[in-house]
């Protein structure tokens, strides 16, 4: 069994930064990808940021720059590292666990609010 266990989440002003962090337990692959996504009511779940365990990084367009996302592959564990947050990066923000064979797993979310 993989439980995901975020934490880090919160309100923030406009400019300002937050770091979010996901603990990963149970039988986990040393290959494998680790991601945040994020959700607003109403639209699609949507790719944050995601990190491979050889190293590659991938970033939406919109937090390009802004984000960086990193991981302790010893302690399974990653983060996100958010400034210069804006109102529109308001959301339930979810770690991810994706490992060969089709494995998907999903934290439980953790609120992000930008306040303008």
């Known amino acids: 069994q993989v439980r995901l266990v975020e934490s880090g989440g919160g309100l923030v002003q406009a400019g300002g930064s937050l770091r979010l962090s996901c603990a990963a337990s149970?039988?986990?692959?040393?290959?494998?990808?680790m991601g945040w996504y994020r959700q607003v009511p109403g639209k699609q779940r949507e790719l944050v940021a995601l990190t491979i365990s050889g190293g590659t990084t991938n970033y939406a367009d919109s937090v390009k720059g802004r984000f960086t996302i990193s991981r302790d592959n010893a302690k399974n564990t990653v983060h996100l590292q958010m400034a210069s947050l804006k109102p529109e990066d308001t959301a339930v923000y979810y770690c991810?666990?994706?490992?060969?064979?089709?494995?998907?797993?999903w934290g439980q979310g953790t609120q992000v609010t930008v306040s303008s």
């Open positions: 991810n666990l994706k490992m060969p064979g089709g494995y998907d797993y």
């Open positions: 149970g039988s986990i692959f040393r290959i494998n990808t």
